[in-house]
T-cell receptor, first 115, second 112 residues
Framework: SAVISQKPSRDICQRGTSLTIQCQVDSQVTMMFWYRQQPGQSLTLIATANQGSEATYESGFVIDKFPISRPNLTFSTLTVSNMSPEDSSIYLC????????????FGPGTRLTVL | KQEVTQIPAALSVPEGENLVLNCSFTDSAIYNLQWFRQDPGKGLTSLLLIQSSQREQTSGRLNASLDKSSGRSTLYIAASQPGDSATYLCAVKGNYGQNFVFGPGTRLSVLP
């Protein structure tokens, strides 16, 4: 199994600012994913991040708002840009690798509150 | 487009009861299905992963079944305990996708 950590675990931010969330995996994974979980909702995929290529964004999410980096097979960042109160959510990082029973492991999440 | 639903949305049972959580998906061309547990304000913990070729998986008091043709999976929890209280999420990965599509979850409360 893979252990995924995220930093920060939570933050309170002002409207108009940006926050970068870090995701670290304790082993190499091919695919990393970023999800958003709004209050009382299930998880919605923001984008898929593979090393060496641009992230692939889901409908409704754009790179200018959620830029993603994936410099290597164990690390990724998600930036929430020009934040508004509607961005208040839990942001979860996930990693997976076909060939390891294709399960997907999740980080503990980053709880973001935008004032 | 794959859609995943879960019934019931919430469930409250006394300790010791056996219970069943249901998950339905619209597209049967799935690669696998995974059940997760989420505690309030926390991330997800994987409980059981069922590959498309499998019918069920068991881990301790948990048993998950998969019926691809009918687009259904169930999670059976035996002898429930207060520590089982959490939200249970079902997620489906398609044959042609890399990511999971999540259901809305079932919020379970086991009363002592």
């Amino acid at each position: 199994s893979a252990v995924i950590s995220q930093k920060p675990s939570r933050d309170i931010c002002q409207r108009g600012t940006s926050l970068t969330i870090q995701c670290q995996v304790d082993s190499q994974v091919t695919m990393m994913f970023w999800y958003r979980q709004q209050p009382g909702q299930s998880l919605t995929l923001i984008a898929t991040a593979n090393q060496g290529s641009e992230a692939t964004y889901e409908s409704g999410f754009v790179i200018d708002k959620f830029p993603i980096s994936r410099p290597n097979l164990t690390f990724s960042t998600l930036t929430v840009s020009n934040m508004s109160p509607e961005d208040s959510s839990i942001y979860l990082c996930s990693g997976g690798d076909r060939g390891r029973a294709d399960t997907q492991y999740f980080g503990p999440g980053t709880r973001l509150t935008v004032l | 487009k794959q859609e995943v639903t879960q019934i019931p949305a919430a469930l409250s049972v006394p300790e010791g009861e056996n219970l069943v959580l249901n998950c339905s998906f619209t597209d049967s061309a799935i690669y696998n299905l995974q059940w997760f547990r989420q505690d309030p304000g926390k991330g997800l913990t994987s409980l059981l992963l069922i590959q498309s070729s499998q019918r069920e998986q068991t881990s301790g008091r948990l048993n998950a079944s998969l019926d691809k043709s009918s687009g259904r999976s169930t999670l059976y929890i035996a002898a429930s305990q207060p520590g089982d209280s959490a939200t249970y999420l079902c997620a489906v990965k398609g044959n042609y996708g890399q990511n999971f599509v999540f259901g809305p979850g079932t919020r379970l409360s086991v009363l002592p």
